[in-house]
């Protein structure tokens, strides 16, 4: 009995609630929770429906003053912006938890269930759960009203090459799809010399004028035109233009170089075949396999021509070929490639076979051609130079004959390539048998170039079946290694923007 006594002293007394007199436990305004709830709500002016403004057609949503952002739902972004929209009311209490309720994806609405404190009578603290309504209203954002007014882009790129082939264009087609550059472009527009590049920023369009000086030998110019001002906030609206210019030389053109740029590059010959056009122009001398790089302000600061259009471009049988062991180098001579082999050959058009006329040559194809073989090239002997450089020079330092490289059956290589390359989706004016014509060159050149093609995404073709890596004449193909499985990626993985401005 002492015992029960003892414990029933320590244990702590209860009180009568002065509202509803349900005994509870001693608290500082005497009143149980249920009274207190129904006297005082701590959710009061927190508003329980808020409106969301969301763009249908960028999937952003609206954060004031200005900003639009994407956030995925249920997202620590899109609870974030959601709470921002009752940030003045929740100053005045103690947010606990906060989490999203689930809502139907389609169902316009986004639940969030907040915990909230908040000191009452004499210092009690009452604790409170209940779900704020968010409806998702549409607005368009001003980039996309932009957009559909037809006056959305802030800046063009303008890319341009005085050339008559596209190989250079296809190449940077696609760098521009590996490096995903194309990605913030409202629109590519093609034309006859070039590409026009539209953005909604200027940011955007520094950053491709950045990408092109870093991929290809060029020069830009910018200028902007102003559209509209304010002059009592003193904001300016302008349009920004960047006018990119490639060099206008491409693969497998022969060109004239000035003297002293031909003795500043190791006292090489003047008349050099360009090998390839990546970041810089790479030449070669036919007469001493010397390789040099012409990068753009060097090419600017000695500009040089090609010396004939691409369809002048004439098929060759070689009846001799010998390959040059000992050459005598000059004093200060540059590198010299390890890819060619010097050649001294023989060779006969294909067009006067019926006459003995033949010519002589030094070529780089040594290690390619045999007697029999068939080889383009220039002929220079008949042909009408108008070139300065060329003018100047003696007559016996000018070859008859240049030839550019080995000539296979085109028909039985498009039969038998089992690889493809996307391509960007842009506006094109009328597509002639020509331009046909150019990107099947720049597809035979990325087989013969692994240089070329190291920088270039190529993928499998499953309609053509798996052969060896050569067929019988010996050309060049591109290896299974080499190749990327084409991947189909959903749309709600990859989203409507980056899928629509890439086309198979």
Known sequence: MEYMTESADRTPGHILCCECGVPISPNPANICVACLRSKVDISQGIPKQVSVSFCKQCQRYFQPPATWIQCALESREL?????????????????????FVWTEPHSKRLKVKLTIQKEVMNGAILQQVFVVDYVVQPQMCGDCHRVEAKDFWKAVVQVRQKTLHKKTFYYLEQLILKYGMHQNTLRIKEIHDGLDFYYSSKQHAQKMVEFLQC???????????????????????????FSVEIVPICKDNVVCLSPKLAQSLGNMSQICVCIRVTSAVHLIDPNTLQVADIDGSTFWSHPFNSLCHPKQLEEFIVMECSVVRDLKRSAGAGMISKKHTLGEVWVQKTSEMNTDKQYFCRTHLGHLLNPGDLVLGFDLANCNLNDEYVNKMNSDRVPDVVLIKKNYDRTKRQRRRNWKLKELARDRENMDTDDERQYQDFLEDLEED??????????????????SDTDEEGAPRISLAEMLEDLHISQDATGEEGESMMTQ
């Open 79 to 99: 609870l974030a912006l959601c709470l921002k929209k009752i940030k003045a009311p929740l100053s005045k209490v103690r947010l606990v938890d906060a989490g």
């Open 215 to 241: 991929t290809v030998p060029c020069r830009h110019k910018a200028s902007q035109r102003l559209i509209s001002q304010d002059i009592h906030s003193n904001t300016y609206n302008y349009k920004s233009t």
């Open 450 to 467: 692994e240089a070329i093609r190291k920088n270039v995404n190529i993928y499998r073709d499953a309609t053509i079946p798996v052969e």
